[in-house]
Nanobody, 125 residues
Framework: QIQLVESGGGLVPPGSSLRLSCKASGRTFNTYTMGWFRQFPGKEREFVAAIRRDRNTILADSVKGRFTVSRDNAKNTVYLQMDGLKPEDTAVYYC???????????????????WGQGTQVTVSS
């Protein structure tokens, strides 16, 4: 079991960068697939990115070329580097983790057992 805490959100102008962090408790972080999701008001959570324990990364088409996901197992932390932010990236961003998720399911929020509390990202001039 792990607990997840996100940080790094904020209000930035279009074209800016932010790096979100998600720190996990526990000693088995390196065995987890970690995902990033975002939620727009009134909408379901949307897949953004995932990184598997072998460091294979998967990105949503909407963020390819702008966002990067990485992990530092020594720090029990997964990162979402967001460059070229657009107003349509405004959302609450969540990290999630699961030990048993398979590759074909990483885009499905229901497949993740553990979630952080979310961090607000607002892109506005």
């Amino acid at each position: 079991q792990i607990q997840l805490v996100e940080s790094g959100g904020g209000l930035v102008p279009p074209g800016s960068s932010l790096r979100l962090s998600c720190k996990a408790s526990g000693r088995t972080f390196n065995t987890y697939t970690m995902g990033w999701f975002r939620q727009f008001p009134g909408k379901e959570r949307e897949f953004v990115a995932a990184i598997r324990r072998d460091r294979n990364t998967i990105l949503a088409d909407s963020v390819k070329g702008r966002f990067t996901v990485s992990r530092d197992n020594a720090k029990n932390t997964v990162y979402l580097q967001m460059d070229g932010l657009k107003p349509e990236d405004t959302a609450v961003y969540y990290c999630a983790g699961d030990q048993r998720i398979i590759l074909s399911s990483v885009r499905m929020p229901a497949q993740y057992d553990y979630w952080g509390q979310g961090t607000q990202v607002t892109v506005s001039s």
